[in-house]
C-alpha cells in the first residue's frame, strides 16, 4: 500500500503543478498570438456548442487516463496475491501444458476456443493392421484448447488462470530482416498462475504436464522438424517404432552400424577423459532407394531415439538459425540430414538470397564442430553422390564413419523376399528373418519352435504353413541367383516388384526377365532424357559467353571500363539435373567404382576395399 500511497501522491502534485502553470502563463500564451488568433479562440470559446465539445472531449481524456491507471492498480495489486509462470512458444515447457491444458475440463466461464482434430497414438498405430471395414468408420478426437485471453478451470479443487497471448505481426514485413522479425514476435506466450503464494502448486503443474507428455511418447518415435525463418524444434508426429530387422542392408553392414553408435553412447566418460569432442558423424552414401533414411528410423526406434529432420533447404534459413537448431536439439536424439550434397546453396560471398535459402559450407561446418557445438549428439547425413560433397564436409570429426549403401546383393535380395512372404506363426509374430541356404534342419527347429508356442494351434495348419515356408526358402535361393548384383536392383525398386505379386508368389520367377528389362529402359530414357538437358545447358551458356565477350569487346572500343565477373560454376548439377540412379548405373557399367565400389561376379562382397577407397578418396 505505501508504493501506491507515493505513485498518487506524485500523480497529483505533478497534475497541480500542470495546472497551476496554465493558469500563470495564460497572460504569456495571449501575448504569443496576434489579435486575429485570439478574436477566433475567443470566438470558439464564446461558442456553446463548441465549448461543450472542447468540455466533452476533456472530461473523455481524463476518464480514460483514469480508467487506465485503475486497471494498472487493480492488476498491480492481483499481482501481489498470485504467483504465475510464463513461457514462450519454442520451449519444450510450452508443449506439455499446451497438451496438458487440454486434457483439463474447461469451466463455463471459457468463451473463446481453439479446436484441432488429433488422432489417438495407439489407435493409430492399431490402424495399420485392421481391416479396411473397421478403418472407415474411424474419426479423429476434436480436442479444445482455451484462445487467446484469459481463462479459468479448476485442478485438484484450486482455480488456475490461463492466459495466451500473440503480440503482433511485425509491419512491413517486405524483406528478409522483416520477416525474421516477424517470426521472431509471432510467437505465442502462455502464463499459468494461481491464487495465493505456494510456488509448490505451478511446478508441480509443470512437472505433471512434462510426465504425461513423456508417458504419451514412451515406445514411439518421435520426428521433429523446423518451420521456416523459426530457430527451434517443433514435433511433427510420434509414431510406432519401425522393427530394425525390417530393414535388409548388406551382411554385417547393419550390425556393425549398431555396435558403433551403441558404443559411442555407452562412452561419455571415455571420450571426456582424452579431452576428445564427445560427437559422432555418419554419412551413408550410395544411390537412391538402397535404404539410407529407413535405416536411420529403423535405428532411432531400436535405441529408443528421436529423429531431427535438418532441412538445409528450407525457406528463409541461415547459418546462425542453422546452428541454433543443431545446438538445441532435443536430447537422445538423431540429426538427420538428407541428400546434403543437393541441399548446399551456391551463392556468391556477401551476396544474401532475397527470403530464400543463406546456408553456407562455412556456417554447416561450424554448426557440426564448432565451438558451440552440441555435445552428445549424433548426425547422419545421406547422399546420392559422394564425389559432390567438399572434403572438409567429410573429414573426420565431422563424418567419422562413411558407409557404402549400394545395390541390393544375394543376401539382401533373399532377405528381401523372406520378408514378404514367410508366414505368420500362430503367436502373432513374424517369421521373417532370412534363413541361411541350404538349412532345411535348421528351418525346421524353428517351425518347431514357432509350434510349439501356439498351444491351440492346428497341427494341420501348422503343417501347412511349414510347407509353404519350405517353398518360399527354395524360391528364395532361386530368385537371389536369378536377380544379382550385375543387375544394379535397389531394395525400394525390389520392394515394389515383390509387393506388385504380393499373393503370387510362385509366379515371381516368370515376371523376374520383364522386371529388369523395365529397369534397363528407365534407365536409358532418365540418361537420354539428362544429355538432352546438359546439351541445352550447354548451348545457353555458349550463346551467353558470347554475348558477354561481344558487350566485354564494345566497352573496350568505347574506351569504358569493364568489370571483372566472377566464373560460375561449370558442374552445375542441381535442380532438373540432379544425380539419379541412372549415373549410378552408367558410371559401374564404364568401370568407374573407385568410390561406387565393385562385387565380384561369383556373389561375394568386397567390402572392406570398397569401404578403404571410399575413405581415401574422400580424404583427398
Not at 495407439?122 to 485471453?149: A, I, K, S, T, V
Amino acid at each position: 500500500m505505501e508504493w501506491l500511497a507515493v505513485k498518487t501522491g506524485a500523480l497529483l502534485n505533478t497534475s497541480a503543478a500542470v495546472l497551476d502553470n496554465v493558469v500563470q502563463s495564460g497572460s504569456r500564451f495571449e501575448a504569443t498570438l496576434s489579435p486575429a488568433a485570439m478574436r477566433v479562440v475567443k470566438g470558439v470559446m464564446g461558442n456553446d456548442v463548441l465549448s461543450a465539445g472542447f468540455f466533452l472531449m476533456i472530461v473523455g481524456s481524463f476518464y480514460t487516463f483514469f480508467k487506465d491507471l485503475a486497471v494498472q492498480y487493480y492488476y498491480q495489486i492481483l499481482s501481489w496475491f498470485y504467483v504465475s509462470v510464463e513461457v514462450q512458444e519454442g520451449d519444450d515447457c510450452y508443449k506439455w501444458l499446451s497438451e496438458w491444458v487440454a486434457e483439463r475440463p474447461l469451466t463455463k466461464s471459457v468463451r473463446h476456443l481453439t479446436v484441432k482434430a488429433v488422432w489417438n497414438d495407439e489407435e493409430e498405430d492399431q490402424g495399420y493392421y485392421r481391416n479396411n471395414d473397421n478403418r472407415q468408420n474411424e474419426r479423429p478426437r476434436l480436442m479444445f484448447l482455451p484462445g487467446m485471453g484469459s481463462h479459468d478451470f479448476y485442478h485438484k479443487g484450486y482455480k488456475v488462470n490461463v492466459s495466451r497471448e500473440r503480440p503482433d505481426h511485425a509491419s512491413g514485413a517486405d524483406n528478409e530482416q522483416s520477416r525474421i522479425l516477424a517470426s521472431i514476435q509471432k510467437k505465442q506466450c502462455m502464463t499459468i498462475s494461481t491464487f495465493g503464494w505456494d510456488m509448490s502448486r505451478l511446478k508441480m503443474i509443470v512437472q505433471d504436464a512434462m510426465e504425461e507428455s513423456y508417458k504419451k511418447k514412451e515406445g514411439k518415435t518421435t520426428i521433429y522438424t523446423s518451420q521456416p525463418y523459426d530457430s527451434y524444434w517443433s514435433s511433427s508426429s510420434t509414431r510406432a517404432p519401425r522393427a530394425f530387422h525390417s530393414v535388409i542392408l548388406s551382411e554385417g553392414l547393419k550390425e556393425e552400424l549398431l555396435h558403433d553408435i551403441t558404443t559411442f553412447r555407452n562412452s561419455a566418460q571415455w571420450y571426456h577423459d582424452r579431452g576428445v569432442p564427445y560427437r559422432r558423424g555418419y554419412l551413408l552414401h550410395g544411390p537412391p532407394g538402397t535404404g539410407k533414411t529407413s535405416f536411420i528410423v529403423a535405428l532411432a526406434g531400436h535405441l529408443r531415439m528421436s529423429v531431427c529432420i535438418v532441412n538445409l533447404g528450407i525457406s528463409g534459413l541461415n547459418d546462425q538459425q542453422l546452428d541454433q537448431l543443431l545446438n538445441n536439439a532435443p536430447r537422445n536424439s538423431i540429426l538427420l540430414m538428407e541428400d546434403v550434397d543437393a541441399a548446399l546453396v551456391k551463392r556468391k560471398a556477401g551476396k544474401a538470397q532475397e527470403g530464400g535459402n543463406n546456408v553456407t559450407l562455412s556456417g554447416i561446418l561450424n554448426a557440426l564442430d564448432g565451438i558451440t557445438a552440441q555435445e552428445g549428439s549424433v548426425v547422419f547425413m545421406t547422399t546420392n553422390h559422394i564425389r559432390k560433397l567438399a572434403p572438409a564436409l567429410i573429414r573426420p570429426g565431422r563424418c567419422d564413419r562413411k558407409m557404402l549403401f549400394d545395390y541390393a546383393d544375394k543376401h539382401q535380395i533373399r532377405g528381401m523376399f523372406l520378408k514378404f512372404y514367410l508366414s505368420r506363426s500362430s503367436t502373432g509374430q513374424a517369421n521373417n528373418e532370412p534363413l541361411p541356404s541350404s538349412s532345411s534342419m535348421a528351418f525346421k527347429k524353428r517351425s518347431d519352435l514357432a509350434s510349439t508356442t501356439g498351444a491351440d494351434a492346428d497341427p494341420k495348419e501348422q503343417a501347412r504353413k511349414d510347407a509353404f515356408d519350405v517353398m518360399i526358402n527354395e524360391l528364395a535361393d532361386k530368385i537371389s541367383e536369378k536377380i544379382t548384383y550385375k543387375d544394379t536392383v535397389t531394395t525400394a525398386q525390389l520392394q515394389g516388384f515383390f509387393m506388385l505379386h504380393r499373393d503370387h508368389p510362385e509366379t515371381i520367377l516368370d515376371k523376374i526377365p520383364g522386371f529388369l528389362d523395365e529397369l534397363v529402359r528407365e534407365r536409358e530414357n532418365l540418361s537420354t532424357k539428362k544429355e538432352q538437358r546438359r546439351a541445352r545447358h550447354a548451348k545457353k551458356k555458349a550463346k551467353k559467353e558470347a554475348e558477354d565477350k561481344k558487350a566485354k569487346e564494345a566497352k573496350v572500343a568505347a574506351g569504358e571500363p569493364v568489370e571483372s565477373s566472377e566464373d560460375e560454376d561449370d558442374d552445375n548439377d542441381s535442380g532438373s539435373d540432379s544425380f539419379s540412379d541412372s549415373d549410378y548405373y552408367e558410371e559401374t557399367k564404364g568401370g568407374s567404382v573407385s568410390i561406387l565400389g565393385t562385387k565380384t561376379i561369383n556373389g561375394n562382397d568386397n567390402k572392406d576395399s570398397v569401404q578403404a577407397e571410399a575413405d581415401a578418396a574422400a580424404a583427398v
